[in-house]
């Protein structure tokens, strides 16, 4: 909680610094909470933050235990084939999610997310900002059919949709472990689930 | 917990029986528990539970203070027009759970799940036996698109991407409370969200 005056490198500073990170997180949510601040809290300086980390989702990544950088994943997969997006992104969920440490992860998400309110916030305003921002950024303005902004909000509802369906897939693999469910391939699921994104996020 | 020796009508009964049923599910799973185990937990005429419940579905939703049985839902919904499941499915589920108390039901549920096993276990049970063993039973003996049990294993595994969207459609919408899911219509989320249920069910 309270950094002991420390001040460069090594893995005390790091932890430091994710430790900061949580209480501003929980107590400004992810939108309030900035770099600076996290520095000012973990008595080092801000440079240090940028090293350790590159940027704010990666440390949100950091304290939320979160494998991977959402945000990096998410643009990696609308880097590819277009047509493809649903199924890149069913395979790339699969791979961050489905071991046992990921299936931890996942049930100590969702256990934070209906016990704590701000740990809600914090995953909402993550999941808006970084997530959906750039899905419905990239899509709105490469998109055929999303010629405008017009269809913007239509657009956000479809994100979340897709968003919905990864999450109610992690629900069912790892949490209710519906025996057919959790039997099931990455390449099943991929075939299965991937037009499902793919009609929520290219139409 | 412990009955007072109490025998026929009224809520003291009622009670009684909910409280028995809520220990032996919790013990014994759903499917290991039996109505008359119940009557004799509750310490009442097995007729009386018959009475005020109906049955084991029926139960099951009392003691999970879900306000209608799944079951029947389901059974209304797979009676309607076969090309408009999906849909029927989006707007029954709305209904049930989209107010104040329902948000609130559906939250203490994903809570129960991810912090007692037991809970978990029951409810997969349920689900399993009660609403995705009719909806597969009932596809298989009628759809056109599936002659013989062969697709069976392929059946149930899209029964369970059915309900891993609608898990995943009250996560966003009652959980993590992602503005443009929030702010969707019942029209809109039936449009948007009845044509994935409708392939996985039906295909």
New interface residues.
Partial sequence: MSPRGRRPGGADTRQAIVEAARVDFAEQGYDGTSLRGIARRAEVDPALVHHYFGGKPQLFAAVMDIPVDPSALIGAVLAGPRDRIGEALVRTFLRVWDDEAGRQRF?AL??A???HEEA?RM??EF??REV?GRVVRELATEGPEEPSGADQ?AL??????A???????A???Y???????VE?THD?LAA??G??LQ??LVG
Same sequence: chains 1, 2.
């Fill in positions: 049930q969702v256990r997310a209906v016990t809600t995953l909402r999941l808006v959906f909000p956000e509802v479809r994100a979340g949709l968003a919905s369906q990864m999450i109610g897939l629900m069912m693999r949490i209710v472990e519906f025996p057919a469910v099931a099943e299965l689930v037009p499902t009609r929520y």
